[in-house]
C-alpha cells in the first residue's frame, strides 16, 4: 500500500508500550503510540504507522538500529524518546552522549518529518529513582537545546505531575500503567494539534500501607521486578533480547 502519511516510532521500553499489556498486540503491549497512531489514522485511508521501539535499548542502540531504519521508509512524522536506560547506568558521559543524540536528530528532521521528542520524568516521588533527578535534569536541557536547533516539537514529560499518582504507573514501578499510556497519548496528540477521542481508563487504586505492610510491598518489587533489572545489567543482558519491532515495516494501525 502507498501511505501518504507515515508515522515512524522510535526509542525503547516507553515507546514500545511496556507496561499496557495486550496479548493480541506484537510483543504483548499497546501504549501511547500505537494509541496517537489510532487516532492520526482514524480518517486518514493513507496513513500508515511502524514502530521500531525495543524496550531496554540505549540511546547509541537506537541511534546504530532505528534511525537510518527510520528514514528508509521516508516518515511524515516521527516520535523519539532515548536515553533513559542511559541515565540509569554507574558512569555516563551525558555531552557525549546527547552530541550522538544530535546527529540523530539532524538526521531524522532532514527527511522534511515533523519531528517530536520527549523529556524525561521528574522521579522525585521516587525513593530509587530520586537519585538520578540531576542527571535528568541535564539531559533535558541539551534536549530542549536539540529540539530548538532542529525544529522539533517537544512533549515536556518533566512536567507532567498527574504522573505523581502512582496510579499512572504499572506494578514495576518503571514503566506506565494503560492509564499512564493512555494519557501519554492524549499529550502528545495535544502537542501534534490533533483532535482525539482518548479517554484513559481507572487506574488501578494504590492501597494505603503501614510500615509493616510497605516494607513487604516493596520487598515483593526487589525480588520480582528491580533484582532481576540488576542482574540484567550486571549479566550484560537485556529485556529486549530477541525481540523484533512491533512493526517493522507501515502498516495500517
Known amino acids: 500500500m502507498d501511505f501518504s502519511t507515515r508515522y515512524v516510532a522510535l526509542g525503547d521500553s516507553f515507546t514500545e508500550g511496556v507496561g499496557d499489556d495486550d496479548p493480541s498486540r506484537p510483543n504483548g503491549v499497546r ?6 497512531a489510532e487516532q ?7 496513513f500508515g504507522y511502524a514502530n521500531l521501539a525495543i524496550r531496554g535499548r540505549k540511546l547509541r542502540q537506537i541511534m546504530a538500529e532505528q534511525v537510518d531504519a527510520a528514514v528508509e521508509l521516508n516518515p511524515t512524522l516521527v516520535t523519539i524518546y532515548a536515553g533513559a536506560n542511559d541515565i ?4 555516563i558521559d551525558i555531552d557525549d552522549l546527547l552530541a550522538e543524540y544530535d546527529t540523530g536528530i539532524r538526521k531524522l528532521a532532514a527527511t522534511g518529518a515533523t519531528v517530536v521528542l ?3 520524568f521528574d522521579a522525585r516521588g521516587s525513593k530509587v529513582f530520586s537519585t538520578m533527578r540531576g542527571r535528568t535534569a541535564i539531559y533535558n536541557e541539551l534536549v530542549r537545546g536539540i529540539a530548538g536547533d532542529h525544529g522539533a516539537l517537544l512533549v515536556d514529560y ?3 505531575n498527574e504522573y505523581y499518582d502512582w ?8 514503566h506506565m500503567s494503560a492509564a499512564g499510556h493512555a494519557n501519554m497519548a492524549k499529550r502528545v496528540l495535544t502537542v501534534l494539534e490533533h483532535d482525539h477521542s482518548i479517554e484513559v481508563p481507572p487506574m488501578t487504586p494504590v492501597p494505603e500501607l503501614n510500615r ?6 516493596n520487598a515483593r518489587w526487589v525480588r520480582e521486578f528491580a533484582g532481576p533489572w540488576v ?14 519491532p512491533k512493526y517493522a515495516q507501515l502498516t495500517r494501525p
Do not use: Y
Not at 501504549?31 to 496517537?36: K, P, Q, S, Y
Not at 492520526?40 to 493513507?46: F, K, T
Not at 540509569?88 to 558512569?91: C, I, M, Y
Not at 496510579?167 to 514501578?173: F, P, V
Open 158 to 160: 518533566w512536567r507532567f
Open 231 to 244: 542482574v540484567r545489567r550486571v549479566t550484560g543482558k537485556s529485556s529486549g533480547d530477541g525481540l523484533e
Open 118 to 120: 520527549f523529556t524525561g
Open 167 to 174: 496510579g499512572m504507573w504499572a506494578q514495576d514501578r518503571m
Open 212 to 217: 509493616a505492610e510497605a516494607l513487604r510491598a
Open 40 to 46: 492520526l489514522g482514524a480518517e486518514d485511508p493513507g
Open 88 to 91: 540509569l547506568r554507574p558512569k
Open 31 to 36: 501504549g501511547w503510540a500505537d494509541r496517537v
